[in-house]
């Protein structure tokens, strides 16, 4: 599959972003880090050796930004595909959160179970797209070799 299994977590809620991780480390998924607001979650894919190929983002964090803002933005810079994580079902919510193009909208609460299967199927969808995207090969002509 994938090599970059990096996943950043954007929660604010120190208890589920911390069972989050622990989670998806015993299934040796890479945590580039776990933030609480958006300018800590920039701040982390800016500081990565490479950007999170996933992020996990809860709709309602702390700061100024929302989570579907953060998304937008972490997705247009780096193509980080999302899985939003949210107690919020409203139609607006979900009309704003469709918009960023999630993988998955997962309900809280929710089980590991289902988490993991968000995150497979995330990782899935990374996969198919770098299989299906060309491959640029350059074909040296017998003077340059």
């Known amino acids: 599959m994938k090599e970059?299994?990096?996943?950043?977590?954007?929660?604010?809620?120190?208890?589920?972003?911390?069972?989050?991780?622990?989670?998806?480390?015993?299934?040796?998924?890479?945590?580039?880090?776990?933030?609480?607001?958006?300018?800590?979650?920039?701040?982390?894919c800016r500081q990565a050796a490479e950007p999170p190929a996933l992020i996990l983002c809860d709709i309602n964090i702390k700061g100024s930004m929302d989570g579907i803002t953060l998304a937008g933005q972490l997705k247009q810079q780096y193509q980080s595909e999302i899985i939003f994580l949210t107690a919020y079902t409203d139609t607006k919510t979900l009309e704003a959160a469709f918009v960023q193009e999630p993988v998955m909208y997962v309900v809280k609460p929710y089980n590991d179970r289902q988490l993991l299967a968000a995150v497979q199927m995330a990782f899935h969808k990374i996969y198919q797209k770098e299989k299906s995207a060309p491959s640029v090969k350059l074909t040296l002509t017998t003077r340059e070799k």
Request: glycine fraction near 4%.
């Open 4 to 44: 970059n299994t990096t996943i950043l977590i954007v929660e604010d809620e120190l208890i589920t972003a911390a069972a989050i991780e622990e989670l998806l480390l015993e299934e040796d998924y890479q945590i580039i880090g776990v933030a609480a607001d958006g300018t800590t979650a920039l701040e982390l």
